[in-house]
């Protein structure tokens, strides 16, 4: 049974940071590119970031650039990210997204929100 669980998030003051984690089972984890997305209330879903299967590639959407931080490690089949310098336009939905040609897995998602 395929999962992908995200935990981490929760409330922060803008500037605050916080590090999401995306634990995987029911799969090979290192074969697959792992990405977080997010979505706003009204808002479509968007990417945020990509990592590729062994961690040497990744790619970040320009709203986040500088201050997200996508990493994986595969012996513990997980993904993270990493937010610093959080801003109240971060607060979302954030899901955990497994893709490997036509076989695609979702995590459930963990909302986090930015707020004073």
């Known amino acids: 049974q395929v999962q992908l669980v995200e935990s981490g998030g929760g409330l922060v003051q803008p500037g605050g940071s916080l590090r999401l984690s995306c634990a995987a089972s029911g799969f090979i984890f290192s074969n697959y590119a792992m990405r977080w997305y997010r979505q706003a209330t009204g808002k479509e879903r968007e990417l945020v970031a990509h990592?590729?299967?062994?961690?040497?590639?990744?790619n970040y959407a320009d709203s986040v650039k500088g201050r997200f931080t996508i990493s994986r490690d595969n012996a513990k089949n997980t993904v993270y990210l990493q937010m610093n310098s959080l801003k109240p336009e971060d607060t979302a939905v954030y899901y955990c997204?497994?893709?490997?040609?036509?076989?695609?897995?979702w995590g459930q998602g963990t909302q986090v929100s930015v707020s004073s």
């Open positions: 997204h497994a893709r490997r040609d036509s076989n695609v897995y």
């Open positions: 990592i590729s299967m062994y961690g040497g590639s990744t």
